[in-house]
């Protein structure tokens, strides 16, 4: 597994100052099925982050989303974290983590408190509430993992968003339940300690990216996010700025990928840059002369050149983007807000980089279509992380910059590296487990002092006398014998 830092990141190092505190500073971790990235940033009260390390690995041992090799998928946690470390200068010790998978299941559920007498509601009796609903009976395997507020019943009065303060003798609320598979979520734990970090708290992955990407406006006006990843695309609706309904659809990039591969009769690297540099969700007039030549890739390059129909490869990735974005239309669509998504659609993940995919979903679902990025949360616009593909890492940040601002979440993410004095001699690193014997501390020697001049002469003088013995006839050895 690679660790080297990126050449692309403008910022290669960036230095911690021991006078500044560092509750302001988040680690994330993003577990894609493509690719994982561990990010630190510190975050402004503003909510913009100053990126201070960023690392990714390609994804193994992982597909859509769940974990299907322990061992593989530790050692690529271990290469991210590894490359955010060297570019930080800090060691993580704590880490807010996405999940997402097609395990990840949404229902609504309502919950009521009654009292024998008028009084006005509190935090507690929300919090009451809540807890109630966590305490609720679920599948065998399930476990909850978020439990999201909707709206709120005070007596009579319905669609109440904030009830703290009214007066009442029975509050009933609306909640939507995420839940997810229990060993699905233990692997993810397992894997996330086994590379030497604490899980601080565990975010759905639709509701981070849409932390990141998403605006007040849009979640006010009725919005769907669709975040398409590697295995999966997650959905994520919004109105009146509250979040109504979430789902995870089990395809995403990587099964178009799989596509042109198949399509073509390409190899897998030459399938994705296919599908990055000419690649479009939309067969358009242009495309209809245009032909791809590819090297030869089995015989040394001398052999002929693959010859691809721009056309077709835009027929392949049509079809398969198409059934995304059906299952898409029909998520939201059960989420009953269809007619009330005046913002439309916003589509951000590794896939909408895709060619023409905004305008496929506009003709697709019928309403305002387009691609989101996270420029506006980050300081420094050149940075690598300034890329839909990293939606997810910047919105696990700011969530979890979130809870620890109203202290849910301690804020010891992060630690400064030893000192070069307190290190020396020393190399510290997290080792990666190729099945070869694991790497242990390793001092260095102490360097060996050089003779001086006068011992040197010595030296050379000493040998010359020995090789003239060893020419007279009379040299005798009584040393072989020892």
């Known amino acids: 597994m690679n660790t080297t830092t990126s050449n692309n990141y403008n910022n290669s190092k960036s230095f911690f100052d021991p006078a500044n505190s560092n509750k302001d500073i988040i680690a994330s971790l993003d577990i894609g099925t493509t690719k994982i990235c561990a990010l630190i940033a510190r975050v402004g009260e503003d909510g913009v982050l100053d990126v201070l390390g960023v690392g990714t690995a390609d994804s193994k041992g992982i597909m859509r989303g769940v974990i299907n090799n322990v061992s593989e998928a530790i050692n690529s946690i271990k290469a991210a974290v590894s490359q955010a470390e060297l570019q930080s200068g800090m060691r993580i010790s704590r880490v807010v983590v996405g999940i997402a998978g097609q395990h990840i299941k949404c229902f609504k559920h309502r919950n009521y408190l009654t009292r024998e007498i008028d009084n006005f509601i509190t935090i507690s009796d929300i919090e ?94 009725g919005v769907a996010l669709v975040d398409i990843g590697g295995g999966t695309t997650d959905v994520a609706i919004f109105f009146d700025g509250i979040i109504r309904h979430t789902a995870v659809i089990p395809f995403g990039g990587s099964i178009i990928t799989q596509d042109v591969i198949d399509g073509c009769e390409v190899m897998k690297d030459d399938a994705e840059l296919l599908k990055i540099n000419h690649g479009s969700s939309l067969v358009l007039e242009k495309f209809e002369n245009v032909i791809i030549s590819i090297p030869d890739r089995f015989s040394d390059g001398n052999g002929e050149p693959s010859k691809v129909s721009m056309k077709n490869l835009a027929l392949i990735i049509h079809a398969r983007v198409e059934e995304i974005l059906e299952e898409v239309y029909n998520h939201i669509r059960e989420s009953e807000f269809d007619s009330k998504l005046r913002a439309g659609v916003v589509l951000t993940g590794g ?132």
């Not at 395997?141 to 019943?153: A, D, Q, R, S």
């Not at 590379?195 to 990407?213: D, F, K, N, T």
């Not at 050149?382 to 109203?406: D, Q, R």
């Open 128 to 221: 009451d509430l809540v807890n109630q609903v966590r305490r609720i009976v679920l599948p065998s395997g399930e476990k909850i993992i978020h439990v999201l507020p909707v709206t709120y019943k005070v007596n009579n009065d319905e669609g109440i968003i904030n009830p703290i303060g009214m007066r009442c003798t029975s509050l009933e609320g609306d909640f939507l339940i995420v839940t997810g598979n229990k060993d699905s979520i233990e692997n993810i734990k397992k894997c996330v300690e086994e590379a030497g970090l604490q899980i601080a708290e565990l975010v759905l992955e639709p509701i981070a990216s849409s932390i990141a990407v998403l605006n007040d406006r849009e979640k006010d006006a």
């Open 351 to 482: 896939g909408s980089l895709l060619s023409n995919i905004d305008e496929h979903c506009r003709y697709l679902c019928g309403m305002r279509s387009r691609k989101g990025g996270v420029a506006h949360r980050l300081k420094n616009k050149s940075s690598k992380v300034n890329s839909p593909k990293f939606a997810t890492a910047v919105g696990l940040i700011v969530k979890g910059n979130e809870l620890v601002k109203i202290g849910e979440l301690d804020s010891n993410f992060v630690s400064l590296n030893e000192t070069e004095e307190s290190n020396k001699g020393t190399i510290i690193e997290r080792p990666v487990d190729d099945g070869f014997m694991k790497p242990s501390l390793v001092k260095d020697e102490a360097p060996k002092e050089k003779p001086g001049v006068v011992e040197r002469l010595f030296t050379r003088m000493e040998r010359l006398f020995t090789n003239q013995k060893k020419d007279s006839p009379d040299f005798n050895n009584d040393d072989e014998d020892f």
